[in-house]
């Protein structure tokens, strides 16, 4: 009984911090053109003008990562020759577009953790359901968390990086 209330009263704190992140977020509608891999899209305004998407708060597997092709996939299915909302907070440092993005009222990058096809990206994560979400795939081993040791993305691209130009500590 207390579980059920508790996952009750979490569902709608999540539901009020969604609806406040909405409200201080400037809101786009655009066409998904391409998905080039599990947290990053190419949309198209009404314009015609194209621009790629980042999605916020997640961080999916690298291409050559393992759940890397499987996460794109799973994007793709979701979004790709789909009219989304985005709910836009920014730019990254490769200027692409930081948002939320939204398949009617879905929150995607929402489903893209849910489904274990990505991480919470834990330095940039400001809503608790992103947490949450994650480790109940961690906890049923949905997607990538078959895999008995995962590698967040965020330490593979270190790894890689490490590898291709040597680690001297500084020697």
Not at 116 to 126: E, T
Not at 137 to 165: C, F, M, S, T
């Amino acid at each position: 009984m207390i579980k059920k209330f508790f996952l009750f009263l979490t569902i709608i704190l999540a539901a009020l911090w969604t609806q406040f992140s909405l409200a201080t977020e400037r809101q786009m509608a655009c066409w998904v053109l391409g998905v080039s891999d599990g947290d990053t899209l190419t949309c198209l305004l009404p314009t015609k003008k194209q621009f790629k998407v980042r999605l916020q708060e997640i961080d999916a597997p690298e291409k050559g990562q393992p759940f890397g092709k499987k996460a794109k996939q799973y994007l793709s299915q979701l979004v790709f020759k789909q009219n989304v909302t985005l709910s836009v907070s920014g730019y990254d440092r490769y200027q692409r577009i930081l948002a939320t993005v939204y398949l009617q009222e879905q929150n995607i990058d929402l489903e893209m953790v849910k489904n274990g096809m990505a991480w919470v990206y834990p330095q940039f994560a400001k809503n608790p359901i992103y947490f949450q979400a994650q480790d109940f795939a961690q906890q049923q081993k949905i997607g990538l968390w078959r895999d008995p040791n995962p590698v967040a993305p965020y330490e593979w691209r270190k790894q890689k990086k490490i590898l291709k130009h040597g680690d001297n500590h500084g020697f």
